[in-house]
């Protein structure tokens, strides 16, 4: 998947601003932002070779420290994390697949928290949830799972057209 193909379909979709950025100590291929009433969303986009265990426990730790540091009794910045691997161990994949996804989550306490999605580019598949409440996370979710699916699905017959 290219990250200017990713970037326009997130700019389409009326995430502001997509483009390379640092969110919090990370550095991200893609960060977008919008406003939901008086709430805050990012969209996070990390784009990686590979995903097996130990860059799981590591994005793990990443996606709980932008979540507590998005908490607050005021007004919450959410975030929806989107890791873009080349190929997802197997391992992984099975750990994650179907609605027993439950490595992250969605944290949304005091205001603040994030959903997560994982795309797979050598299986054609995106992993996570899109939970129905609250509303502005199903919306985003949603949107966001479309288009990672649409762009990996093109990037599997790029690579079988080979």
């Not at 009794?73 to 890791?83: Q, R, S």
């Not at 992993?127 to 479309?146: E, F, I, N, Q």
Request: glycine share 12%; proline share 2%.
């Amino acid at each position: 998947m290219r990250a200017d193909s990713l970037q326009q379909e997130l700019t389409n979709a009326g995430w502001k601003n997509a483009g390379p950025a640092r969110h919090g100590e990370w550095d991200f291929d893609l960060v977008g932002t919008r406003m939901f009433t008086f709430t805050r969303w990012n969209v996070l986009v990390k784009m990686i070779p590979s995903l097996g265990t130990a860059e799981v426990a590591q994005w793990k730790a990443i996606f709980e420290a932008i979540s507590a540091a998005s908490k607050s009794w005021v007004w919450g910045k959410c975030f929806i994390l989107c890791i873009v691997a080349g190929q997802v161990s197997d391992e992984v994949a099975q750990q994650i697949s179907g609605d027993s996804f439950g490595l992250f989550g969605m944290i949304r306490l005091k205001g603040g928290g994030g959903n997560i999605l994982i795309a797979d580019e050598r299986r054609a598949t995106v992993y996570g949830r899109v939970p129905v409440l609250p509303y502005d996370v199903h919306k985003y979710s949603k949107s966001t799972h479309a288009i990672l699916t649409r762009l990996v699905g093109g990037s599997a017959a790029q690579q079988a057209g080979r």
